[in-house]
């Protein structure tokens, strides 16, 4: 039986997952989080689809014991591969990619660059999904080897906005022709500045925004949205470093934060 005063679990391969977890705790305040990144092993996007079920359901078994009401898997690249985890948790499992095609198919743009993890860009599943809902729109999908690992070191580092500019600009070479992109993968929308401030002509398309609105209609039609007048808290863990998440988090302006912690698994 879930409980609506439980948190809800987020998940990602590293800090992506604060640029959703910060959505989410604008959408529904009143909300407690449980937010766990695998600093240990990020990234995953250059790992197989087997390697990256592996580790996800390290990440799963802890959710579980923490008996989370719903597990927001923030990370593009294991979303690609969540179908596999259907029946993992006792509670539902609500992953990025139907968000992300929404968002594009709002627009119905003519074109889109999809930039990603290598491995969500290989298994097609963001060309698929925008396929269906904006069948007019070409879906041009890019793998960025290194960006996101880059984001990850870098976001919060002096001179690291450099740095940054630099994987931005050769991860999208060739592409500059294209005026609307969807940020595939969690990390990008935390530089966002970034790819405003190199590419001031392009709409850059945030799926997190689209997620956040589907987890509270999940939570509503569920009778699971938490009743509390309080403001929610969020509890952060780690693989990694903690101090580092601890600073990373208050760069990505995550709010109620009550501890950062690492956990080893
Ligand atoms: N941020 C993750 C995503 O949304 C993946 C980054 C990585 O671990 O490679 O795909």
């Not at 898997?73 to 993992?88: D, F, H, P, R």
Request: hydrophobic content about 40%; overall charge negative.
């Amino acid at each position: 039986m879930l409980d609506k005063h439980s948190p809800i679990g987020i998940i990602d391969s590293g800090i992506g997952g604060y640029s959703v977890a910060r959505r989410l705790q604008n959408h529904l305040p009143h909300e407690d989080f449980l937010y766990l990144g695998d600093g240990a092993n990020t990234p995953y996007g250059n790992h197989s689809a087997q390697e990256i079920l592996h580790m996800t359901r390290r990440l799963l078994q802890f959710m579980a014991q923490r008996r989370v009401k719903a597990l927001v898997v923030a990370c593009n690249t294991i979303s690609c591969v969540a179908e596999q985890l259907i029946g993992a948790l006792e509670c539902p499992i609500l992953n990025v990619l139907q968000s992300g095609a929404q968002a594009v198919a709002r627009l119905q743009p003519d074109r889109v660059g999809v930039i990603s993890t290598c491995f969500t860009a290989q298994s097609g599943c963001y060309p698929e999904r925008i396929l269906r809902l904006s069948p007019d729109t070409q879906a041009i999908s890019r793998g960025c080897p290194d960006l996101a690992d880059l984001i990850e070191r870098y976001i919060d580092q002096p001179g690291g906005a450099g740095r940054i500019d630099q994987a931005i600009r050769d991860n999208l070479a060739g592409l500059e022709d294209l005026d609307c992109f969807l940020l595939a993968c969690t990390h990008y929308p935390l530089a966002q500045e970034n790819f405003q401030r190199l590419y001031p002509h392009v709409q850059w398309l945030d799926p997190a925004e689209e997620l956040a609105g589907a987890v509270e209609a999940f939570l509503t039609e569920h009778s699971l949205l938490n009743p509390s007048p309080e403001l929610g808290r969020l509890e952060i863990y780690t693989t990694g470093s903690a101090p580092d998440y601890a600073h990373k988090a208050e760069t990505a302006g995550l709010l109620q934060i009550a501890s950062v912690r690492h956990l080893a698994i």
